[in-house]
T-cell receptor
Framework: EAQVTQNPRYLITVTGKKLTVTCSQNMNHEYMSWYRQDPGLGLRQIYYSMNVEVTDKGDVPEGYKVSRKEKRNFPLILESPSPNQTSLYFC???????????????FGSGTRLTVV | AQSVTQLGSHVSVSEGALVLLRCNYSSSVPPYLFWYVQYPNQGLQLLLKYTTGATLVKGINGFEAEFKKSETSFHLTKPSAHMSDAAEYFCAVRPDSGGYQKVTFGTGTKLQVIP
């Protein structure tokens, strides 16, 4: 089954304790992206990646890091989490080859992060 | 630059009534347009999309949307609401060209269906 898999689904952590949220897709998509969803603000892009070793900032990158060493994986790293990073996070992927832009995204199920 | 505006963060309809969720976009290049649905505690699921060709697009679960370039709109409709339609709906835009292939989302509309 074609899917984007995020782990964990739920995470409670303390301020300053480094964490990683994993994202993996099995569709051979070039493009991957992380979004955070907050009430009243919709989805805001954190980082995106056009392909392996190619990443760039989205609209709200502060406090986050990403890496793209393999095509299928795109982990989100919070090196020193703070309470304002409490949110619902989504990983998404799509193709970028001819016609791929019209596909939209395939989303993961989300990771609800609480930083206390 | 591109942006999406969804009018109404909450919409309530009676079961069996028409559903109309509004979306207006701005884009400097011809866009692709999408509607996503998010059920409670789930990720976003593609409902329908406009790419090229016919401006009236049909999606899953009886939803459809019409692309109106002159009005820069892509409103989502369903003739008869069902209880299972209660969810949050997001309109999104993506340019059909250019190296930066970001999808920009609206702030969402929560649909409540009243029995």
């Amino acid at each position: 089954e074609a899917q984007v898999t995020q782990n964990p689904r739920y995470l409670i952590t303390v301020t300053g304790k480094k964490l990683t949220v994993t994202c993996s897709q099995n569709m051979n998509h070039e493009y991957m992206s992380w979004y955070r969803q907050d009430p009243g603000l919709g989805l805001r892009q954190i980082y995106y990646s056009m392909n392996v070793e190619v990443t760039d900032k989205g609209d709200v990158p502060e406090g986050y890091k990403v890496s793209r060493k393999e095509k299928r994986n795109f982990p989100l790293i919070l090196e020193s989490p703070s309470p304002n990073q409490t949110s619902l996070y989504f990983c998404a992927s799509s193709p970028t080859t001819a016609g791929g832009l019209s596909y939209g995204y395939t989303f993961g199920s989300g990771t609800r992060l609480t930083v206390v | 630059a591109q942006s999406v505006t969804q009018l109404g963060s909450h919409v309530s309809v009676s079961e069996g009534a028409l559903v109309l969720l509004r979306c207006n976009y701005s884009s400097s290049v011809p866009p692709y347009l999408f509607w996503y649905v998010q059920y409670p505690n789930q990720g976003l699921q593609l409902l329908l999309k406009y790419t090229t060709g016919a401006t009236l697009v049909k999606g899953i679960n009886g939803f459809e949307a019409e692309f109106k370039k002159s009005e820069t709109s892509f409103h989502l409709t369903k003739p008869s609401a069902h209880m299972s339609d209660a969810a949050e709906y997001f309109c999104a835009v993506r340019p059909d060209s250019g190296g930066y292939q970001k999808v920009t989302f609206g702030t969402g509309t929560k649909l409540q269906v009243i029995p």
